[in-house]
């Protein structure tokens, strides 16, 4: 990164010892709390589904934020200003269509796996289908990826060698999650939530006490870097990708991907699973203050001299190291710890589940519940091994080709995100619409992948495949995928509406007036409460425009 914090002082490292200590203790006294539940399937995967709404909010919101998240945000915004922000703020409402829409299908239908509500919507195959390409992108990607920025934080913020740094990384997080279960990860994501966003408040406010106040901030970036709506020509966010495209894949990572949904499955009720959403859908507009901003504002102390910024993104790490005192350096250092560890134990224990739930029990149903909890803990050990095998790979693959395999993901969201959707709207898709929307989804999604590799040697239409930007192709896939799903469903048998009870809005026997014993009180403050967030999102879409 360009720049070394080797030489934290002495509080600095009490700090980020102390860090490490509430960390244990928290996951020590989440696991020994729960006794009773702790060797159940229930207890392990999904906390005993006894989970608050503050808790699972800090969880969704910590775990979603990574190391890299966080240097990539400032490096991004450094380069280019705040448009990056926007996938943030539309996670906000992303995350309302998750409490109000998703959250009560899931809930009522008990599953503990993505995968597994698939089957009972569609089939088997659905699941097999979603659940493999989960584990495989969780293992080539988020594990690895994590593991990787573990062990860059290490090396470039204190001075520890790559590989130690890694292994200390996965160690520690492995150790709570694999004993922990769900439960330890929650109730550390919970922590990580305030030294994250204080260590990221720390830096935001010293930053621009240094800059001489958002006005010096403002007039020094130029209007340019404040305005989030940019030109539809725009290569990384035209805003017509960013209304109709990252609301696509934003579908997919927040409402059916089990590394956040995990979350919300552990809630005691509708009720506090949907405040856990609303309430992470206020933490989602932090993340332009203290994420994105400190970019910006590391670009205009670049600007004026107070600091040299060689690549956009030594952006964080450059203010770190030039602004904060000691103990304030110990502080940041640990919330970027906290970000990768959240990010590590959520995405070990989801993975495990899947793995658990969705393959073994799928060969050994009758396996008892010691048996599963088991499972999921070896599981746990296994991925944690493929991951750090995977690191070294890393070297031979160029880091536009590490790029490639990072998008797939949003090549292979779209139709993912068209059978949930569309699969809870409207009864008639099927079974055999839904395997046909993946498989062909799948198919166009790896031919981008393809076509972007070899872009330099197309022309034509396949140029244009190749080269058109990834939220306009997110819109075009979800389309085509669409329209597979309906048109194929249309001409095969109506599903048995009896298999459907409680999985569409059709058959959910009045799920939108009482949820489950939903209490009315709580669903008119929660109604007040999406409605002052949206209100929130509109004037800060409105103050970053036009600009």
């Known amino acids: 990164m360009g720049v070394t914090l080797s030489l934290l002082e002495g509080i600095d490292w009490v700090v980020i010892a102390a860090y490490f200590m509430v960390i244990f203790g928290v996951a020590f006294w989440a696991t020994q709390s729960e006794k009773s539940t702790r060797n159940t399937s229930a207890g392990y995967f999904l906390a005993g589904r006894n989970v608050g709404w503050f808790v699972i909010g800090a969880s969704l919101f910590a775990s979603n934020i990574g190391s890299e998240h966080l240097i990539g945000l400032a490096g991004t915004a450094a380069a280019s200003g705040v448009a990056v922000g926007q996938f943030e703020l539309l996670a906000s409402v992303i995350l309302l269509l998750l409490g109000w829409v998703f959250v009560p299908f899931y809930i009522r239908s008990s599953v503990f796996t993505m995968p597994e509500f698939l089957e009972r919507r569609y089939s088997s195959a659905a699941r097999w289908y979603l659940a493999v390409i989960s584990i495989i992108g969780y293992v080539l990607t988020k594990i690895s990826v994590t593991i990787a920025a573990g062990g ?23 150790i ?3 004993f922990g279960g769900l439960r330890a990860v929650l109730y550390t994501d919970l922590v990580q939530m305030f030294v994250l966003i204080g260590g990221s408040l720390a830096v935001t406010v010293i930053g621009l006490d240094k800059l001489g106040g958002w006005d010096v901030l403002y007039q020094t970036a130029g209007s340019g870097f404040f305005d989030m709506w940019k ?28 590394f956040i949904v995990q979350r919300v499955l552990s809630a005691s009720n509708i009720d506090q699973a949907r405040r856990g959403t609303i309430f992470a859908g206020y933490l989602k507009l932090l993340p332009l203050f203290i994420f994105v901003i400190p970019g910006v504002i590391a670009y205009s102390l670049a600007q004026k001299g ?50 658990t739930w969705d393959i073994y029990k799928k060969f050994h149903p009758e396996a008892s519940e010691r048996q599963l909890v088991f499972v999921g803990q070896v599981s746990t050990v296994v991925l944690v091994a493929l991951g750090l095998a995977w690191i070294p790979m890393m070297k031979f693959i160029s880091s536009q080709l590490y790029h490639y395999l990072q998008s797939v993901q949003a090549y292979i969201s779209p139709p993912i995100a068209a059978v949930f959707l569309i699969g809870i709207v409207w009864r008639r898709v099927n079974a055999q619409g839904a ?24 022309t034509g239409w396949l140029y244009w495949y190749a080269d058109i930007n990834f939220l306009h192709f997110a819109v075009l896939l979800f389309i085509v995928c669409s329209l597979i799903l309906i048109i194929v469903s249309l001409m095969t048998p109506e599903p048995d509406a009896k298999k459907l009870v409680g999985l569409t809005f059709s058959t959910a026997d009045g799920i939108s007036g009482s949820q489950k014993g939903a209490d009315n009180t709580w669903l008119r403050k929660d109604a007040w409460l999406s409605v002052v967030l949206l209100t929130c999102l509109g004037l800060i879409w409105i103050y970053f425009s036009n600009n």
Do not use: H
């Not at 395997?435 to 197309?458: H, N, P, Q, W």
């Open 152 to 174: 860059i934080v290490f090396e470039s913020l204190m001075g520890i060698d790559f590989w130690t740094g890694a292994l200390v990384t996965v160690v520690t997080t492995g």
């Open 176 to 178: 709570y999650t694999i």
């Open 231 to 258: 030109p539809m020509t725009d290569p990384d966010f035209p805003w017509t990708g960013i209304v109709f495209g990252a609301p696509i894949l934003g579908v997919w990572y927040w409402c059916t991907d089990q």
């Open 306 to 355: 107070f600091l040299q910024l060689d690549q956009p993104d030594q952006a964080l790490p450059t203010l770190i190291g030039v602004l904060l005192p000691a103990g304030l350096k110990g502080l940041v250092v640990a919330g970027l710890l906290a970000a990768l560890m959240s990010s590590l134990s959520s995405v070990f224990n989801s993975c495990s589940t899947l793995v």
């Open 435 to 458: 395997i046909s929307s993946l498989i062909a989804g799948f198919v166009l999604g790896m031919g981008r992948l393809a076509a972007e590799l070899c872009k330099d040697t197309l």
